[in-house]
């Protein structure tokens, strides 16, 4: 068998046959094995998953798997939202460092910050499987907290006496918040009565009466 000695190296231990050849019994293979790979009858798990950024998913495993086309097939992973924000979609897969990665970074559309999703691995025939060639448990999914990246104001014009815009640096989530009208306030008297549309990246303002060359500043909160 195969043991540390007190030099920090491995030492295996062997017996000679009746011919002078070196003996190798199934038991001091398996543990060779065993050592290198972990368990190899058991079934790789999704040990965690983490948010490396707004649009990177770092899914870890508890053993080596194999790298091939299952691991990296973008269909073999889904990420959906626990209770809230935005459903995401996996675009594609890198696997991790080593000749066997123990995990895989997933590329995807953008995340809602500080809400939790949950994230799937496909099992069966078609899903990932470990070194040793055994496939993925059923039912294997962990949670992680997600990562967004905060829009920005691109620019506002006046389309109107009684209109303006705002335009996003990324389409927006159409909801009670973004059309409460209280959460628009500008300078120099200037109202907002009401939110006629979001369209896209794009919140459109219904104003009191703007007074031309007049310059607004708007914060939103």
């Known amino acids: 068998m195969a043991t540390l000695n007190g030099e920090g190296t491995i030492q295996i231990v062997t017996s000679l046959n009746s011919n002078g050849n070196v003996a190798w019994s ?61 459903s995401v979609v996996v675009l594609s897969v890198s696997p991790g460092t080593g000749t066997n990665p123990t995990y895989v970074d997933l590329t995807t559309t953008e995340m809602t910050g500080d809400w939790d999703y949950q994230v799937d691995v496909v099992a069966g025939s078609s899903g990932p499987m470990s070194y040793f060639g055994v496939q993925i448990g059923m039912n294997n999914f962990t949670t992680f907290e997600g990562v967004g990246e905060r829009p920005t104001i691109k620019r506002i014009e006046s389309t109107s006496i009684n209109g303006a815009n705002i335009i996003f640096s990324e389409p927006m989530l159409d909801n009670d918040y973004i059309r409460n009208p209280d959460k628009y306030v500008f300078d120099g008297g200037l109202t907002v009565s009401s939110i006629s549309d979001v369209d896209v990246d794009t919140v459109k303002l219904v104003t009191s009466d703007q007074t031309p060359g007049t310059i607004y500043n708007l914060t939103i909160g």
């Open 26 to 86: 199934p038991s001091v293979v398996l543990s060779m094995a065993l050592s290198l790979g972990g368990n190899i009858s058991s079934a790789p798990s999704v040990f965690s998953a983490l948010a490396i950024s707004h649009i990177k998913i770092r899914v870890i495993f508890d053993q080596q798997m194999k790298n091939d086309n299952r691991l990296l097939d973008a269909n073999n992973y889904s990420v959906v939202p626990v209770t809230l924000g935005v």
